[in-house]
């Protein structure tokens, strides 16, 4: 039992935890409550977490456990990005809701050894998946609370199946991973036609400064070209892995290092020429692999 910052924090080894509701951990703490870690703890748990959850395997137990104690531990993240949007107290739940979608995709592609704390690279998602809600849903006839619900699973749902295939997924396909028939499944996709837009102008915000109310648009913002690149870069590290290791080594003293051409080819014992022809071909490789529809 540890205490810090005036919390309690309870991390006990998994042979101290009741035996019926323990799951294997190995070396990661047992944390028996994780909203109640205090922030500064919970970023040092997270960092814990995330080098163990790099090296587990998908579907275990120890990986649920990890990616789990993650969420939870991070939902702290969620509440204050929902904040800005307390005036729809009426809808906090869904935003809530809507926020953790955010957080656990931004978990699923954080990257430990990219030099950035996990909070500023989780907000923007956090934020951009509650803008995003806000834009595309808004219901302007009666929906019962079950499709209401139905509309988000099948949001995430399809956000999965499309990575996973790389196409839109069919109602059949939607059905099978939601554990539900092709006819709820096509409800559900027919309700959401009871979505509409607001208007861009409605106040959301009464305690406006310098006197004037924030409007849904003042919200939405523009596109953010940090979250693009972010994207770019989670679909880049794929294709660079697949190349042999004296060219990864190459783009590392390039881009990494910062080394010219002249300097690679000193190190490596080739000519300038040759680092040059070796670095055309890798990004030519590198673009098409990124851009296959423009091969």
Excluded: C
């Excluded at 957080?103 to 803008?131: H, M, N, Q, W």
């Excluded at 209401?148 to 099978?176: G, M, Y």
């Excluded at 310098?210 to 919200?219: F, I, V």
């Excluded at 910062?258 to 490596?268: R, Y």
Aim: no cysteine; glycine share 6%.
């Amino acid at each position: 039992m540890d205490t810090t910052a005036g919390t309690t924090v309870t991390a006990v080894s998994p042979t101290e935890a009741q035996a019926d509701t323990a799951v294997n951990v190995g070396d990661m703490p047992w944390i028996e409550d994780p909203t109640q870690v205090a922030p500064q703890d919970a970023r040092e748990l997270s960092k814990v977490f995330f080098d163990r959850l790099a090296e587990l395997e998908e579907g275990t137990h120890e990986y649920q456990y990890a990616r789990n104690s993650l969420i939870e531990l991070n939902l702290s993240l969620v509440r204050f990005a929902a904040r800005r949007f307390r005036n729809r107290s009426d809808e906090m739940e869904d935003i809530v809701q809507v926020g953790t979608i955010g957080l656990i995709k931004a978990i699923d592609r954080f990257d430990l050894t990219r030099s950035v704390e996990f909070t500023t690279f989780a907000v923007p998602y956090i934020v951009g998946e509650i803008k995003r809600f806000f834009r595309d849903t808004s219901w302007s006839v009666h929906v019962p609370r079950r499709l209401q619900e139905l509309r988000i699973d099948l949001a995430k749902a399809n956000d999965v199946l499309s990575q996973r295939l790389d196409r839109a997924p069919t109602p059949e396909e939607l059905a099978e991973h939601l554990g539900l028939t092709a006819e709820e499944v096509l409800e559900g996709i027919v309700a959401s036609n009871g979505y509409a837009a607001g208007s861009l102008d409605i106040p959301v915000d009464d305690g406006a400064e310098n006197g004037r109310a924030s409007t849904l648009a003042d919200l939405m913002g523009d596109i953010d070209p940090g979250i693009e690149t972010v994207e770019n870069l989670h679909a880049l590290k794929p294709l660079v892995e697949k190349l042999g290791e004296r060219d990864r080594t190459i783009l590392q003293m390039r881009f990494g290092a910062e080394m010219t051409q002249s300097e690679i080819g000193a190190e490596l014992g080739i000519s300038q020429m040759h680092v040059s022809r070796l670095l055309s071909r890798m990004l030519k490789e590198l673009r098409a692999g990124m851009l296959p529809d423009q091969v």
